[in-house]
């Protein structure tokens, strides 16, 4: 299992960016899908942006598309969101996860088996 340490969250203001970052674990980081999930107060938790395993292919929820970007270095074992243009509504705990099993790309948080303890992003009007 691959053990993932985000940052970057923090408090900004409506409009304003944010770059959260994710540190992985683990000699095969390259084999990894990625993604980005969020879970704000009393709501589920929700695919955000995914990644495939060499950055060739990114995903989006359509909330964000045009905004967030994804983006990964397996030279680093880092895999990043820059957030643009922040809106009130994206205020919640972003996770980092990592799916280490699948050899196709999946938003359902259950084919993610790693993840990252997340990091509080808050947006205000």
């Known amino acids: 299992q691959v053990q993932l340490v985000e940052s970057g969250g923090g408090l900004v203001q409506a409009g304003g960016s944010l770059r959260l970052s994710c540190a992985a674990s683990?000699?095969?980081?390259?084999?990894?899908?990625m993604g980005w999930f969020r879970q704000a107060p009393g709501k589920e938790r929700e695919f955000v942006a995914g990644?495939?395993?060499?950055?060739?292919?990114?995903y989006y929820t359509d909330s964000v598309k045009g905004r967030f970007t994804i983006s990964r270095d397996n030279a680093k074992n880092t895999v990043h969101l820059q957030m643009n243009s922040l809106k009130p509504e994206d205020t919640a705990v972003y996770y980092c996860?990592?799916?280490?099993?699948?050899?196709?790309?999946?938003?359902?948080?259950?084919?993610?088996?790693?993840w990252g303890q997340g990091t509080q992003v808050t947006v205000s009007s």
């Open positions: 996860a990592a799916d280490a099993t699948s050899t196709y790309f999946s938003r359902s948080y259950s084919h993610y088996g790693s």
């Open positions: 683990g000699r095969t980081f390259g084999m990894y899908i």
């Open positions: 990644i495939s395993w060499n950055g060739g292919s990114t």
